[in-house]
C-alpha cells in the first residue's frame, strides 16, 4: 500500500494486509500523535489495511509558542 | 471495531480510549459538540447572545473551533491574522478564505483580516531580525495585540482561542517545571476582562485533545492547513507533548488528569490543613511489639516478620 506522511512531505510504500496499528508500529509512529485516513475516512487502529489502499498518517501535534 | 453508542453499531471511525468508548461519524460528532457545550458551560464563557471573536491561524484546531461554535448556533466571526511567512502565511490565509466562503457566510459570520505588512512595513520574521527578539515571541505580541484590539473596537463580548487538552497540558508541564507560578494563574479556560480595554477570552476545546479536534476536522470535511508554522520547528510545546502523548499511550487519561487535576486545585483552594508533624503526633503510637511509631497496634515490619516465620516454607 502507498503510505502518505507530513512533516517532511514523502510517500513509502508498505507491504499489506495490516492493521493499522502495526502499519504506525512499523513506521515507529505514536497513535495519540497521529490519525490514519484510508481514501478520505478515518480509520481505528484494528482496521485492516489492504495493499490497493491509498494511505494517509496525518500528524496532529502542532506546536510554536501559545 | 464498532460504535459503543449506536444501537444499529456502525463501523467506528475513532477510538478513545480514555473515555472506554469507539464511535462512528455521527455520534463522534455529538461527542466533540457535548465536550464544547460543557466547557461553555462550566466555564461560563459565554451565552448564545454574545458576539464572539474567534481567532483563526487556518489550523485544525481555530477552524474547528469556529465549526463548532456556528454548528451550536453561536454568533461566531473571525479574526486571521497574516503574519507574512512566505508560502505558509499565503497557504493558511487561501484556507481561512475558503472556509469562511464556502461555509461560515451560510451561517451569516464574516471573517476579519488583519495583515502585518501593512500595518508594520515588514512580516513578522524581518520584524524579529529588526528588534533582535525570537520570531514567536514577537508573533505573540502582534497576536495578542491585534485580536484584542479587533474585539475591544468591534465590540465583540469575547475572544475565542482553538487552545486544546494538549496545548493546555503541555503548558501546564512548562510551568510545573521551571516552577512559574505566575503563569498558572493565567492558564484558567475563561479568562475575565480584568480591565477596561482587556476583552474577556475563552478556551471552548479545553475538554478535548489535538487527536480528537484533528478527527473532527477530518469528519466533517474541514479543509485545513496540515503543515506546520516553520518557526515551530524544535520547540519546548512540541517536546512537552510528545512527552506527554507517550504517558497518555501508556496510561489513557492522563493528560486529562493532570491539567483538569489543576483546573480543579485551582477553583477549589484547600483548606488550611494540619502540618504534617502535626498529623503524625495525632496518628502515631508505637508498635506494640518493636517500639516504632506505626498507625496500627503493630506496624508493618513486625506483621510482615510474624507473617514470614509461621508462613510454611516451600
Ligand atoms: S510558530 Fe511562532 S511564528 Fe509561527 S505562528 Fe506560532 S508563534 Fe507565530
Ligand atoms: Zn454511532
Ligand atoms: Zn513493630
Known amino acids: ?66 | 471495531m464498532n460504535c459503543t453508542k449506536c444501537p444499529t453499531s456502525m463501523r467506528a471511525v475513532i477510538s478513545l480510549p480514555r473515555h472506554n468508548a469507539a464511535f462512528c461519524k455521527g455520534c463522534f460528532t455529538t461527542f466533540v459538540h457535548e465536550q464544547v457545550a460543557r466547557a461553555i458551560k462550566s466555564f461560563k464563557m459565554f451565552t448564545p447572545e454574545d458576539r464572539i471573536l474567534v481567532a483563526v491561524s487556518g489550523g485544525k484546531d481555530s477552524l474547528a473551533l469556529w465549526h463548532i461554535l456556528l454548528a451550536l448556533g453561536y454568533r461566531a466571526d473571525a479574526l486571521y491574522v497574516n503574519l507574512g511567512i512566505g508560502g505558509y502565511s499565503e497557504e493558511s490565509h487561501r484556507k481561512v478564505r475558503h472556509y469562511a466562503d464556502t461555509v461560515a457566510a451560510a451561517h451569516g459570520a464574516k471573517l476579519i483580516v488583519h495583515v502585518v505588512e501593512q500595518e508594520a512595513g515588514a512580516g513578522i520574521r524581518e520584524l524579529a531580525t529588526i528588534l533582535h527578539r525570537p520570531t514567536c515571541s514577537t508573533c505573540g505580541t502582534i497576536k495578542r495585540y491585534q485580536f484584542n484590539r479587533a474585539a475591544v473596537e468591534q465590540d465583540y463580548d469575547v475572544m475565542a482561542t482553538g487552545h486544546n487538552l494538549d496545548d493546555e497540558a503541555a503548558r501546564l508541564l512548562g510551568n510545573v517545571l521551571h516552577w512559574q507560578d505566575e503563569y498558572l494563574d493565567k492558564q484558567s479556560p475563561t479568562l475575565p476582562a480584568s480591565v477596561e480595554g482587556f476583552a474577556k477570552k475563552v478556551k471552548p476545546l479545553c475538554r478535548l485533545s489535538e487527536r480528537e479536534i484533528a478527527a473532527y476536522a477530518v469528519v466533517n470535511r474541514i479543509d485545513y492547513i496540515v503543515e506546520e508554522c516553520p518557526m515551530a520547528k524544535g520547540s519546548k510545546m512540541i517536546l512537552y507533548k510528545e512527552v506527554l502523548n507517550r504517558l497518555e499511550t501508556e496510561s489513557p487519561g492522563t493528560k486529562q488528569r493532570f491539567y483538569w487535576g489543576f483546573l480543579e486545585k485551582q477553583t477549589k483552594p484547600e483548606p488550611a490543613t494540619e502540618s504534617m508533624a502535626e498529623k503524625d503526633q495525632r496518628t502515631l503510637h508505637p508498635c506494640q511489639s518493636c517500639g516504632q511509631p506505626t498507625t496500627a497496634d503493630t506496624c508493618s515490619y513486625c506483621k510482615m516478620m510474624a507473617k514470614a516465620k509461621t508462613a510454611t516454607p516451600r
Open chain 1, 1 to 66: 500500500m502507498l503510505v502518505h506522511l507530513s512533516h517532511p512531505h514523502r510517500q513509502v510504500e508498505i507491504k499489506g494486509p495490516k492493521r493499522t496499528k502495526e502499519l504506525l508500529r512499523e513506521l515507529n509512529l505514536v497513535i495519540e500523535a497521529h490519525l490514519v485516513i484510508r481514501g478520505d475516512e478515518l480509520v481505528t487502529e484494528d482496521e485492516m489495511l489492504a495493499d490497493a489502499d491509498q494511505i494517509e498518517i496525518r500528524p496532529v501535534i502542532s506546536g510554536g509558542s501559545v
